[in-house]
């Protein structure tokens, strides 16, 4: 027991981080389905083809040997262009998957199916162009594994913080844009009514191209953070990813973005504390568990409202 | 146009029926065989899973749950895992109400919850079922783990046990015509009625007097008693059942079975797992490439048939209301000019 207790403020330390990551995957979703009220299932592969990026980057910054290798010059390196690509990615997937569909008048499970058809295609350009084979990233050549500290008995590696702390700016970031800015109002305003919004003068599509850009972005962030963190990556890494982030964004109300911060947090709390006191085999099942559950007694999520029912499937 | 369909629909579906029995005598070959017999096996699943999501409008994405479940009740029944080997025709019923039961016991929690948030508890549902048959070798031996049951019973009538694909054939048309009877006639019941009221307005249905509760629980339970069928010939034809036939992926294959064909309509149904099973058959030569052309083409057919292949037949929703079905039937002129 004693055991258990010491490893306890660990173990947090893990699921506060990979809650954050999940966060910020879940951001992807939960800004989707506020403007277009679907299911982006191909979000865990953008996320994937973000980690990707990064590791190409990593390799190619480590094969130059032009630069030092300092976490500040190489992190934001890997992170801008796995961004951009990713965001690009989304704006395809919109464009030429989501979007025809809402205009030749589909039912809501409609573009749900496209979605799965591009996960699938995503998965296996990425198989195709890279193999099938996982990538392994060189994580010690920028974070040297010494590179780790005693907080209060709880070992940190700088790592850690330095995901937690992008991971925290982005969400934050996110917030000030959606809450601040007239792009911001313009999204909730699409959010709230499509069509309202279009006889306000809002770009209606031009804010849904975006909002998936944004949230496209940041699960290419995400995707390079845990690329970072596991320093393995491969294909199909996006698909029990965006499972989760999914659970994220629902356990925290989906379509609400704090929500999907909060839900994140408490999944990657839940299940570091499931594999350190039940059974790590069993760590899935539990979190699904808990989902289930806080939906059962409170079935619009931790800080969802109720959807009118239009909003539904 | 609807009443020329009305016309040929007869015709057409006997002379469907005929081909499909013709098939293992015009093309005898193996893998041909193998292939149609996967088409009824999904076919039997996406009309299940139909009656949730194409009838009572239930987004279940863990259908899979009740697939997994369905073939391993089968292989605990048939096989030395636990020395019991009872006989094909004892074993399904058993194995119908085992899944019915399980998808009673997991529609119960969902009951308050619609669209997305039922999506993802019956998405997690799917994963926990998955989670326990691949861990449930501990501490008791259960489900055989990862490496999952093997030497299951193959299905035998009266002594006589099928081996050849063609023979599998005949007992997966047979069941499939089963199960698309039972959905036909399901659908034009009370019950399916109150299903499809649900599924356009869940209010007015409880306010015409139709006890949600009750359909919905029922609709969770018929359509995991397809998926008993379908289980039952997967675990027999396979003669063994591992986790990893019952993944997440699988879910979302029979989703894009029933939507894709055409939500609701049963024969387009059928035509979804035909193009979803085959077409990666198609680009079998092409092995790599073929999950790559399976996702581009979902995309493709989705852009350019949004409500599904066969949305031509479908009514849209709304017009299903009013009285047009019985005004088209009269040979009134008057009646399509208004």
Known sequence: MADLLSILPQQLVFGVTLGMVYGLIALGYTMVYGVLFMINFAHGDVFMIGAYMGWAVLVAVIDAKVMPINPLLVVPLMMLPAMLFAGVIGLGLERLAYRPLYLRGATRLGPLISAIGASIFLQNSVMLTEGARMKVLATYRVFPRDWRFDILGVNVSVLVLVIAGIAGIMMWGLNALVQRTTLGRSMRAVAEDREIAAVMGVNVWGVVATTFFVGSALGGAAGVLVGLYYTQIDFFMGYSAGLKAFTAAVLGGIGNIRGAMLGGLILGIVESLASTLINPAFKDAISFAVLILVLVFRPGGILGEALPDWKRV | ????????????????????????????????????????????????????????????????????????????????????????????????????????????????????????????????????????????????????????????????????????????LLLLGLALLASKRLRDSRIGWAWQAIREDELAAQAMGVNTTRAKLQAFAMGASFAGIGGSLLASWQRSVFP???????????????????????????????????????????????????????????????????????????????????????????????
């Not at chain 2, 369909?5 to 005598?25: D, E, K, N, T, Y």
């Not at chain 2, 019923?93 to 619609?114: C, D, E, F, Q």
């Not at chain 2, 326990?132 to 093997?150: A, E, F, V």
């Not at chain 2, 193009?275 to 995309?299: K, N, S």
């Open chain 2, 1 to 172: 146009m609807r009443e020329l369909g009305q016309r040929w629909r007869r015709p057409f579906h006997g002379s469907l029926a005929v081909l499909c029995l013709l098939i293992p005598v015009v093309v005898p070959n193996d893998y041909v065989m193998g292939v149609i017999a996967r088409i009824c096996l999904y076919a039997v699943l996406a009309l299940g899973l139909n009656i949730v999501v194409g009838f009572a409008g239930l987004l279940d994405l863990g259908y899979v749950a009740f697939f997994g479940i369905g073939s391993y009740v089968y292989a605990f029944l048939a096989s030395p895992q636990f020395g019991l080997h009872l006989p094909f025709i004892v074993a399904l019923p058993i194995v119908i109400l085992a899944t019915a039961i399980s998808g009673i016991l997991i529609g119960a929690p969902t009951l308050r919850l619609r669209g997305d948030y039922l999506a993802i508890v019956t998405l997690g549902f799917g994963e926990i079922t998955y989670i326990m048959l691949i861990n449930l070798d501990r501490p008791i031996n259960i489900t055989g783990g990862p490496s999952g049951i093997i030497r299951i019973d193959p299905p035998s009538f009266l002594g006589f046990a099928l081996e050849r694909n063609d023979q599998y054939y005949y007992l997966f």
């Open chain 2, 244 to 338: 990893d036939n019952f993944l997440f992926t699988e879910s979302v294959n029979i989703l894009a079975m029933v939507i894709l064909g055409g939500m609701g309509n049963l024969l387009a149904v059928i035509l979804g797992a035909a193009v979803i099973v085959a077409l990666p058959e198609i680009f079998r030569d092409f092995q790599l490439y073929r999950l790559f052309a399976f996702g581009l083409m979902l995309m493709v057919l989705m852009i350019f048939r949004p409500n599904g292949l066969m949305s031509f037949e479908a009514k849209p929703p709304r017009e299903e209301a009013e009285p047009q079905g019985e005004l088209a039937a009269e040979p009134d002129p008057g009646a399509s000019s208004r």
